[in-house]
């Protein structure tokens, strides 16, 4: 556990994907570093988990049940954020699933459709409630969206996971031109080979994969949830206040 700085004191900051991996490790580090955290995700019993880790670590956090794709369920979340703390101060959007391999002529329409709906839409949906929100408050606001390493490099078998993560660096790099002269700062993360769930899943398909990316890895490791979530922590932070539009690779050097 890294020393706590106090970084993000005070701040509101509202956390998709929030039940497991990488966001719940934001969200207990968001918490440790101050602020107060309004955490969604489709799993209720894992949320209400995080959130209770949270407190008993003398955190600030609830959670809404929240599918990203739903824009009513998105509006929901960060409504109770507001109602809540009185504003947003940032956002994670963090929510998103696996392609689950396959090549292109192997993905299904129906496959296609939840691939773009949860992992492009539902970015898009949380940006702009969050944005709306933002200049409603009048809020100098933070909001970093979840990329990958794939959306700025190609690999076999995700080809319609990686048009959406590339398509989510579209939407921040505009959103950044949109209102960046309007108080907000909107950056991408891409991580690379990290330690959560769709890694697990992806070795139970192809159990040699981890080590043919850790080989591609110059760091000659697979990354923690925890490393990803203190990057993100900065983009939050006052600390990163004329980074804007950026894509920041938090992947061991793999897209160097």
Known sequence: MSAVTGALEGKAIVITGASSGIGAAAARLFAREGAAVVLGARSEERLE?????????????RYVVTDVSEEEDVRRLVEAAVERHGRIDGAFNNAGISQGGGSLVEVSEEKFDRLVAVNLKGVWLSMRAEIEAMLATGTSGSIVNMSSVGGIRGAPNASV???CKQGIIGLTRGAAHDFGGRGLRLNALAPGTIDTELILA?????????GKLTAMTPAGR???????AEATAW???DRASFV??????VDGGMAA
Do not use: F, H
Not at 49 to 61: N, R, T
Not at 202 to 210: A, L, Q, S
């Open 202 to 210: 992806w070795k139970e398909r192809e159990p040699e994969i981890v």
């Open 235 to 237: 983009l939050l932070s």
């Open 222 to 228: 697979r990354g923690l949830p925890e490393e990803v």
């Open 49 to 61: 988990s995080v959130c209770e880790q949270v407190v008993e670590e003398g955190g600030d956090a």
């Open 161 to 163: 996971y990686m048009a």
């Open 244 to 249: 804007n539009g950026a894509v920041l690779t």
